[in-house]
DNA sequence: GTCGCCGCTTGACGTGGGTCAAGGCGTGAG
DNA sequence: CTCACGCCTTGACCCACGTCAAGCGGCGAC
């Protein structure tokens, strides 16, 4: 009753995308906004917590901390994507660390509450159940990239899955992370980062001006990809 | 009504243990047994798959096989754990390589059928959505420790988390599987391992002989599981 | 304005571990 | 029984990448 209309979270989250809109406004009631600003901390391992939490407006990303205290970047969510699953579906405290990459809105919905909603709204589990299932598959994925490809591979296979854009005829993509988170995203350091795309600057394959990257050849890049036979 | 009580894949599977013994035996008329021995391939990528498999006895590997057409083990499922979701969650075809590990049954559903059932038992969805929210953490961790510890750390926290008994006073394990796969499930080779395991023989953490391995000294092993401060 | 911090790059260096190759051992087939 | 094949181990080699260190440019704080 207290959210304008068309701005709520639920609106635009795949995750009540099944319900009617009345029902989306039943759902919205429970949900408590989040602000958080550039760099700000939404949840650090260990918390222990007691919501799911969608992300409204710009995008956070999910980091795994490792005993040694080093940082390994999992994944960044955006508008729609929700995270606090674990919490809620197993009774388990994920130890991610979570920060906001801008300034974000959340949307909070108490674990209580949402589950009463999910025995209600069966629907809500298996879209669940689907993002979830897609984030195991990429992980998997990575997983054996980790291992089959080398940083070079890896990366030709980042910048590939980049969305382009042309401009003046050159395909061009921009990189949606600092270089450090990519360089983490990717299993590797800012230094080997740094190196490799140079060497593909070097060989023709792109060139980089900031965090703007014109990929001049996208065959070559891709062939990369694959270890040599 | 063909299938001996109590012999059903349906009773033993956490999927529906939340289901009344009626409902389960409803169930049961849906599942069609299936049977592979050792060795055999149950699945391979790019097979398209119109049904859920769940483990009845005996063991299956699932791994991941890499552009460069090698194999990277991903998990290991027993009597209980189910596979080919992501096909029947999303539109997905799974392009992993499902290898029988010693003589195996299987029950498997209709894509068809199955969904007919969620909707109607929906506590299904939720005990699968307990489940692989429970794959996905594990996969994250082992992202994370892909780049955070080296192959040492990882041996010796696979050590420590396998199941032992005592044997005249010494903790003993035995490994689950072939060196081989275990290398491939940390992410190294078989030569690799075995060094690494004669490196902790040598220096008395444990004693290898064959698939036994008795832990001498799981303080220290423990120790490293985590990176020199 | 100036300072300091942070992100990025480049260089030099050391090494963990992947690869290739060869030999031993156990097991199942014939 | 013998053979052959697959698993495991050990040795030698070398290269990709992580680490340490230094220098640079941009930006926000004050």
Do not use: N, W
């Not at 296979?157 to 990519?182: C, E, S």
Request: charged residues 30%; contains cysteine.
């Amino acid at each position: 009753m207290s959210h304008p209309p068309g701005t709520s979270c639920v609106a635009i989250v795949p995750l009540f995308a099944g319900l009617s809109p009345e029902e989306q406004d039943e759902v919205a009631t429970y949900a408590r906004p989040l602000r958080r600003s550039t760099g700000e901390t939404i949840h650090r391992p260990g918390d222990d917590v007691s919501h799911l939490l969608v992300v409204h407006r710009g995008r956070v990303k999910v980091s795994h901390l490792s005993a040694g205290g080093q940082e390994r970047l999992l994944r960044v969510l955006e508008p729609g994507d929700f995270m606090g699953e674990t919490a809620f579906v197993t009774g388990e405290r994920p130890d991610d660390l979570v920060v906001a990459l801008g300034d974000v809105e959340l949307c909070s919905f108490d674990h209580r509450e949402l589950g009463a909603l999910v025995q209600h709204y069966p629907d809500i589990a298996l879209r669940m159940l689907r993002t979830v299932t897609g984030r195991l598959d990429e992980a998997e994925r990575t997983i054996a990239d980790l291992t089959a490809s080398d940083v070079e591979g890896r990366l030709a296979g980042y910048l590939i899955d980049l969305p382009t854009q042309r401009r003046d005829g050159r395909v061009v993509a921009r990189l949606p992370l600092a270089k450090k988170d990519i360089a983490s995203l990717l299993g590797t350091t800012p230094e080997t980062l740094s190196r490799k795309l140079a060497a593909f600057a070097e060989a023709g394959l792109v060139e980089v001006q900031g965090r703007e990257v014109v990929i001049l050849d996208p065959v070559r890049l891709e062939e990369r990809t694959r270890p040599a036979p």
